[in-house]
């Protein structure tokens, strides 16, 4: 009896390993199929789910620069360049003249194909009556007068353009100002900044986007 004790007890022990291996071999193939699946997906898939906007503290929230996302119903690809403007990379400063297009979801045009919008159909008119213009799409979906004026202060100065164009749409743009809340009134009267604040569910719901996996964002949407 004594002999055999020692005995089952390694014979216990082989068996734990093994079965122990064979899960660790589960979940690791697992993990490396997962892996495959997603790199696969990102790579067929990627525009289909990738985030587009990202929060900013100053203007709420802008393009995430460098990306892309297809929209398959009306079969465009909106590409952002690492500026954070619809389009191709700006030009060298003071080599064109430029124009930069400021508004909202008119402007950045995310259902129309880029030759269509109007930074390049403005860009393409003037080039053929007065030589190469360089217009700048500097359209964002839901942007209000107040983003736009908070945009408009940081990125003008490097961008020094010969003309700015700011395109409104009256149905809501104005409303955005109490909506945003990016100013106040101060007691004289005048505007001045304010320290608006982020709902949470509004910073879940860009966290998501941009922190997703593309297999759960298809998930998800299904």
């Not at 080599?95 to 390049?120: C, H, Q």
């Not at 700048?136 to 003309?163: C, F, H, I, W």
């Not at 509004?202 to 298809?218: C, P, T």
């Amino acid at each position: 009896m004594h002999r055999m004790e020692p005995k089952a007890g390694r014979l216990r022990a082989t068996l734990v390993v093994r079965v122990l291996t064979a899960l660790l071999a589960v979940v690791l193939s697992t993990i490396a199929g997962l892996a495959f699946v997603e790199g696969f997906v990102r790579l067929t898939l990627g525009s289909y789910y990738s985030a587009s906007y990202q929060l900013d503290p100053r203007w709420r929230h802008k393009p995430v620069p460098n990306s892309k996302r297809f929209n398959h119903k009306q079969k465009v690809l909106v590409e952002i360049n690492s500026e954070g403007f619809r389009g191709k990379e700006l030009e060298v400063t003071g080599n064109s003249p430029r124009i930069v297009v400021y508004g909202d979801s008119m402007i950045e045009a995310r259902f129309s194909a880029l030759e269509n919008t109007l930074a390049i159909r403005l860009e393409a008119e003037l080039d053929n009556r007065f030589g190469h213009v360089e217009v700048v799409n500097a359209g964002v979906v839901a942007y209000g007068t107040d983003q736009v004026s908070v945009r408009m202060e940081d990125e003008l100065p490097k961008l020094r353009p010969q003309v700015v164009v700011v395109a409104l749409f009256a149905d809501n743009d104005f409303g955005d100002l109490i909506r945003n809340k990016i100013y106040r009134l101060s007691p004289e009267g005048g505007l001045m900044q304010n320290p608006f604040v982020v709902g949470e569910g509004l910073k879940e719901k860009f966290a998501r986007e941009q922190q997703d996996l593309m297999l759960v964002k298809i998930l998800r949407k299904a």
